[in-house]
């Protein structure tokens, strides 16, 4: 049983480095949004004004260099979706399976408190029996 317990525990503290490692992933891929956001606002203020060649092209590849930065940070933030998605079911099943087992146990100690219960009983009617069949004062 204390197995079970270990092993529900370490997939909770696993589950709970999943989702810490996601919700960092989702920050950065929302860092990196904004600086994209930033940048194309740079852009269409540049657009307005004086706006020289090189700047447009370095620009340019700098937002290019931002997608695909994004788009790399968007399969981390999956994958780290699918990892917590696989440690919640490990969890699940941990539980259930200490849970079954906790029932189990309770079942048999259950049926072991009947039994010497029974047992008991038992012996309590061959006493009172015996005494009422040996008692001169009930004849």
């Known amino acids: 049983m204390e197995l079970r317990r270990w092993l529900e525990r370490s997939s909770q503290q696993r589950l709970a480095k999943a989702q810490n490692k996601r919700k960092r992933a989702e920050k950065d891929l929302d ?3 904004g600086k994209i956001d930033h940048q194309n606002r740079n852009m ?4 307005t ?6 700047e447009a ?5 700098y937002n290019q260099s931002l997608r695909k930065e994004a788009a790399h940070k ?14 919640r079911d490990d969890l699940i099943e941990k539980s259930r399976h200490k849970k079954v087992l906790e029932r189990l146990r309770e079942r048999r100690i259950s049926g072991f408190i ?13 006493d009172a029996a015996r005494h009422h069949h040996y008692n001169p004062v009930n004849r």
């Open 31 to 33: 860092e990196t949004l």
């Open 114 to 126: 009947t039994e010497q219960n029974r047992q008991e009983q038992t012996a309590m009617d061959d």
């Open 57 to 61: 092209l370095t620009s340019s590849s």
């Open 74 to 87: 968007t399969q981390k933030v999956v994958k780290c979706e699918e990892i917590v998605v696989e440690c």
């Open 49 to 54: 004004g004086k706006f020289a060649a090189g």
């Open 44 to 47: 269409m203020s540049s657009i």
